[in-house]
């Protein structure tokens, strides 16, 4: 597969993952959806690819490992 053709299918299943109907919910459960790997020699840009389709998070402000919602309780 050359790169343009991985670019379009990267593109499709991200767009399917994300497609919702009509109630709002996700057209594809998330318990369905596979992960998406990317397998190549270095710098061919499979980073910058997954960047473009989809832009990595802000770090959350609660609840995750370094922002606990709640404080430990022993």
Same mark, same amino acid.
């Given at each position: 597969?050359?790169?343009?053709? !991985?670019?379009?299918?990267?593109? @499709?299943?991200?767009? !399917?993952?994300? /497609?919702?109907? /009509?109630? +709002?919910?996700? #057209?594809? *459960? #998330?318990?369905?959806?596979? *992960?998406?790997?990317?397998? +190549? %020699?270095?710098?061919? +840009? ?5 960047? @473009?389709?989809? %832009?990595? @998070? *802000?770090?959350? $402000? $609660?609840?995750? !490992?370094?922002? *606990? /919602? !709640? %404080?430990? $309780?022993?």
């Amino acid at each position: 597969m050359n790169i343009k053709r !991985a670019k379009e299918e990267i593109e @499709h299943t991200v767009k !399917a993952y994300l /497609a919702k109907d /009509a109630l +709002g919910e996700y #057209a594809i *459960p #998330a318990i369905r959806q596979r *992960p998406i790997l990317l397998m +190549g %020699p270095p710098g061919i +840009g499979k980073t910058q690819v997954m960047e @473009h389709h989809h %832009p990595p @998070h *802000p770090p959350e $402000r $609660r609840g995750s !490992a370094l922002y *606990p /919602a !709640a %404080p430990l $309780r022993r």
